[in-house]
């Protein structure tokens, strides 16, 4: 995650000790004993299930639960696991996780074993009583995803109405005192709604807007040609920026994260180091302490069925199971060669990408991206948009 909002305004905000730490400090990074790697953010796909049928979804969802998902008693062992093994973070996910049956109960259980807890939904499903729940859990987050507005969205997510049924769910939740993530997947079709998203933020009172670039997982895999070309990708984080400092500027300032593509933090530093080379600094410093990439680092990802995997567009690549070797062990142990290479990744990364003058704030972007697109893990990410020149490249 880039974080638009910290870099420009230097808004602070409750996510950034996840983000930006310094790797020198064991304490702050919860750093597993005798690895170099710190504890990760967890997702959890807790089911395939899913109510809407979107176009882009990373985890191909269907409508009823796929054959062997984990049961109530299994999915608490594995949250008393990385609650022990300390976590940071789970982040429910899915499908929708809000179809599953034991949703509250798992939530309730990982929030009382001192996880902080956080939902990735369409929100659909949130209405007055659910949102209450959700509070009364003391979830840190709800993410609701909305992919453009109105009819927009509803053809992005296979089904009339959900625009509709997604605002009541973010109105409820914000009535509740939740805090809010607007989400918005970013290709061709809709890019040009991102000025309507931060309006409807604005409108709506809504904390945090994140603004995803495509993955190429899933049904996303379908959509490479719907993927936004350098010059539409540059466009539209120059409307992101000019949109998180009118805000800050009229004092409604909102933490605005791009999520997928590292390139983002480059484009605004030397966006920055135009204007004002003092704050390039800062906010350089902040990219460094990132490190960029973190799949397999300190982002992590369980499926439905006990599968671990580098990250949660990893879906066709299992780094083992948490029925036969607890995540805690599997994660810190890294004995699976992929696990290995991508917290190792800068000396196996190919052509511009291994020239890259900025690769310790980028780390090679999404390898799962470049492994779709190319059919190599280690070549370049298709959707670096900067320049041979921007990145040191030029013969």
């Keep these: 995650m880039i974080s638009v909002s910290r870099l420009l305004c230097n808004i602070v905000s409750p996510g950034d000790h996840l983000r930006y730490i310094n790797p020198n400090d064991s304490v702050k990074t919860n750093q597993i004993s005798g690895n170099s790697a710190p504890r990760p953010v967890v997702v959890w796909n807790s089911t395939r299930a899913c109510n809407l049928n979107c176009i882009h979804c990373y985890a191909s969802a269907t409508p009823e639960p796929s054959a062997g998902e984990l049961n109530t008693q299994e999915a608490r062992d594995f949250i008393r696991d990385i609650a022990t093994f300390k976590a940071p973070v789970i982040l429910f996910s899915g499908g ?13 259980f990982a929030a009382d074993s001192g996880l902080r807890v956080a939902l990735s939904t369409n929100g659909t499903l949130i209405d007055s009583k659910t949102a209450a729940r959700l509070k009364q859990i003391g979830f840190a987050e709800v993410g609701i995803s909305i992919d453009g507005i109105g009819e927009k969205n509803d053809r992005f997510r296979g ?68 993927d936004l070309s350098p010059q539409m990708t540059r466009n539209v984080m120059d409307t992101i920026i000019n949109h998180t400092v009118d805000l800050h500027k009229r004092g409604k300032s909102k933490e605005v994260l791009t999520v997928g593509n590292h390139s983002d ?46 990250d949660q567009f990893w ?3 299992s780094l083992g199971n948490i029925r036969q070797t607890p995540f805690s062990r599997i994660w810190s142990k890294a ?11 800068k000396p196996l990364l190919k052509g511009r990408c291994s ?20 059919g190599d893990l280690w070549a370049p990410d298709p959707s670096c948009y900067l320049t041979d020149e921007e990145i040191g490249n030029e013969a």
């Design 355 to 374: 020239k890259c003058l900025y690769l310790g704030i980028c780390n090679g972007n999404l390898r799962v991206r470049a492994e779709a697109f190319h």
């Design 265 to 310: 933090g480059v484009y605004l530093y030397l966006k920055l180091l135009q204007k004002n080379p003092a704050q390039a600094a800062r906010a350089l410093d902040l990219l460094n302490s990132n490190g960029g990439n973190n799949s397999g680092i300190r982002i992590s990802a369980v499926d439905n069925t006990g599968n671990v995997h580098p």
């Design 96 to 108: 929708e996780p809000l179809v599953r049956d034991d949703f509250f109960e798992l939530a309730s």
């Design 335 to 345: 004995s699976d060669p992929l696990l290995k290479a991508l917290r190792n990744r």
């Design 159 to 226: 089904q009339k109405g959900a625009y509709e049924a997604a605002i009541n769910g973010i109105r409820n939740s914000i009535d509740q005192g939740l805090r809010v993530s607007l989400r918005i997947t970013m290709t061709r079709f809709n890019y040009e709604e991102v000025p309507a998203i931060f309006e409807l933020a604005e409108n709506e009172q809504i904390n945090r807007i994140c603004l995803y670039h495509l993955a190429y997982s899933g049904r996303g895999d379908k959509l490479i040609k719907a």
């Design 315 to 317: 879906w066709h690549y």
